[in-house]
């Protein structure tokens, strides 16, 4: 018996290695390269009219010239927007980079160029964060090391060496698990209570009854259920229905209604045409040159080797990128509380529309030499857009308070306390304060550090949904004293 059961785990040992090495044998195999450089040429043109956009819009000005503070991420503190008009320039070299990846014109370098240069903005300002933005920057490091650039390129052209019809299977992979990511994880963040009961795309289709012709629909609250279920059966399936080729046709034709309503309704920028140029990924690989009508390319039939020790290191870090980026939206269960209520665990987890968040939100610099009380001004500093975003985020609200404080201390010459007083409306719940008012923020550390200062949500959700006007809040809300105030000699 002992001799048996060595032998059939020695067998099944090798059986595991041999599926591995077939795995890694299928990784390094040659595929067509024609699905992969259109998203290539697509990726880059999207980039270039994201660019544009920034500039013609104004949004460069608005969001990296005009304000005074921009809120960093934890460990970022040191990524500062460029002086002047050099943001300007900034993004016209982004514009020209894009260019150059869809065109294929000194490719891997370009695309490395874009991808800091991308990340760079990603990183100048938190209350500019957008799912598709993160996604954006993981596809964008991975595009260097991807052999995108061996047809319809300038650099095939210059350079006839690397000239070929084939990519190893790995970089569709690559692509093809990103594209995933957003969709999988979307739908999984959506099964929420408020999501599953219609809130808050009932408020989101509720602001759009202006809309013609499906404007109002938008009024019913079966309409926001059912599309509710519906967004959440589509992000979870979607990506299946995609890899099953006999789904595939019906799966892109759900993927065009799903995105173009996205871009009618929500202002989503350039997600829904990202993903709308990303998702044929996953058809197969030569699908761009049948439907131009090409002749079928001839792949390699190389000897790919399976014991390559850097063939064998790029898996293992494949492998463990994967399971790092399935394991890390996630962590929002480790802390307690609902994540789109405290904001912990909220980026970088592909938790998208979950939370219509309305707010107000006032800061008081107390001077406990004086003993006076001076209203914190929040205009002076910052734009409208990170001014509304500031009172969702109780790690903003504690960045600011920070920042306050400096302030006074450079022009007092002596540091102050600060306080917030933040009430906030989730998903159409009645008004609460967010965090405790009576905590002096700058005694709070940044990081990842326990937030006991941030109220528990217990306002229950309801039916309708609150809609009074900001100004009239005080009179619904029992508010703690403010012992800030009552010290002070100047309220």
Not at 37 to 50: D, E, N, P, Q
Not at 450 to 463: F, G, T, V
Request: proline share 7%.
């Amino acid at each position: 018996m002992p001799v048996n059961l060595l032998t059939n785990e020695r067998d099944g040992d090798c059986q595991l290695l041999g599926n591995i090495d077939e795995v890694k044998r299928s990784a390094f195999g040659s595929i067509d390269g024609a699905s992969s450089i259109f998203f290539r040429v697509c990726f880059g043109c999207l980039m270039a009219k994201w660019s544009w956009d920034y500039l013609a819009m104004g949004r460069v000005n608005r969001f990296y010239i005009e304000p005074k503070f921009h809120f960093t991420y934890y460990f970022f503190d040191w990524v500062h927007p460029l002086p002047g008009q050099w943001m300007t320039v900034h993004f016209l070299l982004l514009m020209l980079l894009a260019v150059c990846i869809a065109t294929g014109c000194l490719y891997r370098f370009a695309s490395l160029l874009f991808a800091a240069g991308f990340t760079y903005v990603f990183l100048l300002d938190r209350a500019n964060y957008q799912n598709h933005y993160y996604l954006i920057c993981l596809v964008a490091w991975w595009l260097p090391w991807l052999p995108l650039n061996r047809s319809v390129s300038f650099d095939s052209w210059m350079w006839p060496s690397i000239k070929s019809q084939s990519v190893p299977r790995w970089s569709v992979w690559v692509l093809q698990f990103h594209i995933a990511l957003p969709y999988f994880f979307g739908g999984l963040a959506k099964l929420t209570p408020d999501w599953i009961l219609g809130q808050p795309l009932a408020q989101m289709l509720a602001a759009n009854r202006g809309l013609p012709i499906i404007g109002e629909l938008f009024s019913s609250p079966s309409v926001a259920l059912g599309l509710a279920w519906g967004g959440v059966l589509f992000d979870l399936a979607i990506v299946p229905l995609l890899l099953y080729p006999k789904t595939r046709g019906l799966a892109y034709a759900l993927c065009i209604i799903f995105h173009l309503m996205n871009a009618v309704i929500f202002n989503i920028h350039v997600f829904p045409w990202f993903m709308l140029a990303a998702t044929p990924i996953f058809f197969s690989p030569d699908w761009p040159r049948r439907v131009l009508g090409g002749a079928p390319v001839e792949l390699p039939h190389n000897i790919v080797s399976t014991g390559s020790a850097r063939r064998t290191w790029a898996a293992a870090f494949f492998v463990g990128y994967v399971v790092f980026h399935c394991v890390w939206p996630l962590r929002h269960h480790l802390y307690s509380g609902d994540a789109s209520w405290t904001e912990r665990g909220h980026f970088f987890s592909w938790r998208m529309m979950l939370r219509g968040k309305a707010t107000v939100i006032g800061f008081a610099i107390h001077d406990p030499q004086t003993g006076q009380t001076l209203d914190g001004q929040v205009n002076r500093f910052l734009n409208a857009e990170q001014s509304e975003r500031l009172g969702r985020d109780p790690e903003m609200i504690l960045q600011f308070a920070h920042f306050l404080s400096k302030e006074f201390e450079r022009t007092e010459g002596r540091p102050a306390e600060v306080y917030a007083l933040v009430l906030a409306s989730l998903n159409g719940r009645k008004p609460q304060l967010l965090i405790d008012p009576n905590v002096d923020l700058t005694k709070q550390l940044r990081g990842f550090y326990d937030r006991a200062w941030i109220m528990p949500q217990n306002e229950p959700l309801r039916r309708p949904a609150w809609d009074l006007p900001a100004d009239q809040w005080r009179q619904h809300i029992e508010l703690p004293k403010l012992t800030f105030l009552a010290e002070s000699k100047k309220p």
